[in-house]
């Protein structure tokens, strides 16, 4: 899997949009950005993942470069339950699935 | 409908002895993998099953380590005399298919070997 960088910590005062960003200069074509977040003592959740177009859920928005070599998460309304460790991984759609997480970003949100 | 389902939740043993962690896939899931967390540290891959074929132990760290699933369902991770340093979280995850879909997560289970 292709790496990634993230910075170490965040803070986003509640109730701001939180912009997470994450470089992985060097994704390959048919690798897919996914994020994933961890909140303290449970297992990691599923937010979001896309290839090269724009992504919105009920969770967040993921905005992807047009050269693909980095993105932003975007969670629109942060609240305090918010508060995370945010992993970005690249990994391809085939093969080996197993995820590689990196150290993450530890957004806190600030009432 | 359900997700991931781990137990126990915790788990503390003494040096030497054995232990068997459970895991619950999402029903319809054919993939499910085991990854380890150490304190403060990102997740290890552990192994990977894929419906009837052979299981991916690339990532076992030792032959203490085994695990097996039964079809599409129930996996136990086994760790056989247990050190020290195999205190961590075990996590189990499980996706619909080889094809790379998104994998869900359980709560893990909370080792402690004193």
């Known amino acids: 899997d292709a790496k990634t960088t993230q910075p170490t910590s965040m803070d986003c005062a509640e109730g701001r949009a939180a912009n997470l960003p994450c470089n992985h200069s060097?994704?390959?074509?048919?690798?897919?950005v996914y994020w994933y977040r961890q909140i303290h003592s449970q297992g990691p959740q599923y937010i979001i993942h896309?290839?090269?177009n724009n992504e919105t859920n009920e969770m967040a928005s993921l905005i992807i470069t047009e050269d693909r070599k980095s993105s932003t998460l975007i969670l629109p309304h942060a609240t305090l339950r918010d508060t995370a460790v945010y992993y970005c991984?690249?990994?391809?759609?085939?093969?080996?699935?197993?995820?590689?997480f990196g150290t993450g970003t530890r957004l806190t949100i600030i009432p | 409908g359900a997700g991931v389902s781990q137990s126990p939740s915790n788990k503390v043993t003494e040096k030497g002895k054995d232990v068997e962690l459970r895991c619950d896939p999402i029903?319809?899931?054919?993939?499910l993998y085991w990854y380890r967390q150490r304190l403060g540290q990102g997740l290890e891959f552990l192994i990977y099953?894929?419906?009837?074929?052979?299981?991916?132990k690339s990532g076992l760290p030792s032959d203490r380590f085994s695990a097996e699933r039964t079809g599409e369902s129930v996996s136990t991770l086994t760790i056989q005399r247990t050190q020290q340093e195999d205190s961590a979280v075990y996590l189990c995850?499980?996706?619909?298919?080889?094809?790379?879909?998104?994998?869900?997560f359980g709560p893990g289970t909370r080792l402690l070997v004193l």
């Open positions: 995850a499980s996706s619909l298919s080889r094809g790379g879909e998104t994998q869900y």
């Open positions: 060097t994704i390959s074509g048919n690798e897919y």
């Open positions: 896309g290839l090269k």
């Open positions: 991984i690249v990994r391809a759609n085939f093969g080996n699935e197993k995820l590689t």
């Open positions: 029903s319809g899931h054919t993939a």
């Open positions: 099953f894929q419906g009837n074929s052979a299981p991916d």
